[in-house]
């Protein structure tokens, strides 16, 4: 946890750390209340996720998935869709 004066002292290189390496970053205030900065693709990808843990039905289409592909092979693509796949 990092202390909010020294976040300011130093945003730009913290801001760029948190960026780059997709590590949240802690910082606190000096009453004791925190908060994180993440990268605005980090805070999206999270979202999305938090939606798809949230959606019952979204739940269980993955659990209805999942229990099928582990009673199959799984699906196996023709060489034809492998073949357009690669060529995009």
Known sequence: ?????????????????????HEPLTVSRRNGAAFVVVSLEDYERDKETLYVFQNSSLMRQIAESSKSFAQSSGYKPSQKEIDEINSI
Do not use: H, T
């Open 1 to 21: 946890m990092l202390s909010v004066n020294e976040f300011r002292a130093n945003i730009k290189e913290y801001v760029d750390k948190v960026v780059s390496a």
